[in-house]
């Protein structure tokens, strides 16, 4: 089971984390990712964390957003700062094993002044 959280109302140029809680231990979860799906189209990869320390991200949000793995806490993490309006969306947290993908619920992130 994985539950997001973090998501919001924020103006441009601000930060917002996003968690997504594992119910498991997110060392043992090969690849995980954060995908969001703006309003009215598609759901796209932004991050993704594959062990045992690979990390990639979409063009537009290099630089900009950070994915990493709290395994203390069995949390995967997304900051995001320098948001931008075309950020706003709704934002996923997905963990890959073998053939099983398991899905969040989503979480809302809005940028508007």
């Known amino acids: 089971q994985l539950v997001e959280s973090g998501g919001g109302l924020v103006q441009p140029g601000g930060s917002l984390r996003l968690s997504c809680a594992a119910s498991?231990?997110?060392?043992?979860?090969?690849?995980m990712a954060w995908y969001r799906q703006p309003p009215g189209k598609q759901r796209t990869l932004v991050a993704q964390?594959?062990?045992?320390?690979?990390?990639n991200y979409e063009s537009s949000v290099e630089g900009r957003f950070t994915i990493s793995r709290d395994l203390a806490n069995h949390t995967l993490l997304l900051r995001m700062s320098s948001l931008k309006p075309e950020d706003t969306a709704v934002y996923y947290c997905?963990?890959?094993?073998?053939?099983?993908?398991?899905w969040g619920q989503g979480t809302p992130v809005t940028v508007s002044s």
């Open positions: 997905q963990a890959r094993r073998g053939p099983n993908t398991y």
């Open positions: 964390s594959a062990l045992p320390r690979a990390t």
């Open positions: 498991q231990i997110i060392t043992n979860i090969p690849i």
